[in-house]
C-alpha cells in the first residue's frame, strides 16, 4: 500500500488477530496495519510472531504480540490482557486461529484430534469472543469477524472435524449477533475462499503419505486451485477492511464470502422490512456436485 494511503480508514482502531504468526493472520495483520490500526497478534509460536511484527513494523505499521495457544482458556486470557494494556481497547478481533484436523472416514479418525480441532477451530473463536465483548458492549462499539470456510455450508467429506467446526463458529456467529443487537456491535462470519497461503501450505507442498485421506484431501485442494477455483488474498483483505470500517454493519449475523458481492448484498438488505429477514443463503448452481475433498 503506498504511503499516501496509509492510514485511512482504521486510525484508532485496536485489532486482534489469533493465528496471526504466518499465512491469512499475517496477511490480514499487514492489512489492518497499512489501514492504520494497530494490531495485536496471537499464535503458538513466538518466532512466527516476531516475524510478523517485524514486517508489519518496516512497512511503518503499529504491531504487538503474545504467544499463546488460543484454546487454552488461561493462556489466551493473560495474552489478551497484556495486548490490551499496552495497545489499548480491542475494537475489532478476527477469529483466525484454526488447523485442517484429521482427513478420513468419521470412524477412523482419532477421537482426540477429531476433538481438538473442535477445541482450536471454534473454542478459541467462543473464548477469545468472551474475552472482548464486555469492553465492546461497556463501549457500544466493536466489531467480530471469525474466518470461517465454505466447508461449514456446504458437505465436505473426510474432513468432518474442520467441517464441523466451522459451520460451528457459523451459528455462533449468528447466535452472538443476534445477543448483541443493540449493544453496538457487529458479528460476522467470513469465508476466505481456498487460497494458496494458510492450511493449504501443507496441500501444496505434498509431504502427505501417498494414498492416505490427507493425500487425498490435499490433491482435491491442489485440484481446485488449479482449475481457477480458489481466492486470491488480496480479496480478502478487500473484504476485512470494509467490515473494518464498518461497511457492512447492516450485515451484523451473516456468513460472507470473498466470493460475493458485497455491494449487492447490502442493497438487497437495505430493502427488507425487518433487519433479522435478510441471511445469506450460499447455494449450488444447479446441477452442481458437492465438494469432495
Known amino acids: 500500500m503506498t504511503p499516501e494511503r496509509r492510514g ?13 504468526g504466518r499465512g491469512i493472520g499475517r496477511v490480514l495483520g499487514q492489512a489492518l496495519a497499512d489501514a492504520g490500526a494497530s494490531v495485536g497478534l496471537i499464535a ?3 518466532s512466527q510472531l516476531a516475524g510478523s511484527v517485524r514486517l508489519i513494523g518496516e512497512a ?3 504491531a504487538a504480540a503474545a504467544a499463546a495457544d488460543a484454546s487454552d482458556p488461561a493462556a489466551i486470557e493473560h495474552a489478551v490482557a497484556d495486548l490490551q494494556d499496552r495497545l489499548g481497547p480491542v475494537s475489532l478481533l478476527v477469529n483466525n486461529a484454526g488447523i485442517a484436523g484429521p482427513a478420513g472416514n468419521a470412524w ?3 477421537a482426540g484430534a477429531w476433538w481438538q480441532t473442535i477445541e482450536v477451530n ?10 472482548v465483548l464486555p469492553g465492546m458492549t461497556a463501549r457500544g462499539a466493536g466489531r467480530i469477524i471469525n474466518i470461517t470456510s465454505n466447508a461449514g ?3 465436505w467429506p473426510q474432513v468432518s472435524a474442520y467441517a464441523v467446526s466451522k459451520a460451528a463458529m457459523i451459528k455462533l456467529t449468528e447466535n452472538v449477533a443476534a445477543e448483541t443487537r443493540r449493544s453496538g456491535i457487529g458479528i460476522f462470519s467470513v469465508d476466505p475462499g481456498l487460497l494458496p ?12 503419505t501417498p494414498g492416505s485421506a490427507e493425500a487425498r484431501r490435499d490433491a482435491w485442494i491442489r485440484q481446485q486451485l488449479a482449475d481457477g477455483h480458489g481466492a486470491e488474498p488480496a480479496s480478502l483483505t478487500r473484504l476485512i477492511i470494509r467490515i473494518a470500517t464498518g461497511d457492512a454493519d447492516e450485515l451484523s449475523g451473516c456468513h460472507l464470502s470473498v ?3 458485497l455491494d449487492t448484498m447490502l442493497a438487497v438488505t437495505r430493502h427488507q422490512p425487518r433487519p433479522d429477514v435478510y441471511r445469506l443463503r450460499r447455494c449450488q448452481p444447479a446441477g452442481a456436485d458437492c465438494a469432495s475433498p
Open 44 to 46: 503458538r509460536s513466538a
Open 122 to 131: 471454534l473454542g478459541s473463536a467462543f473464548l477469545c469472543t468472551r474475552l
Open 197 to 208: 497461503i494458510g492450511l493449504s501450505t501443507a496441500a501444496l507442498a505434498g509431504t502427505a
Open 8 to 20: 485511512i480508514g482504521l486510525s484508532g482502531t485496536v485489532a486482534l488477530i489469533t493465528g496471526g
Open 259 to 261: 466470493h460475493d458481492d
Open 60 to 62: 511503518g505499521g503499529c
Open 108 to 110: 477412523d479418525v482419532p
Open 153 to 155: 455450508v456446504l458437505l
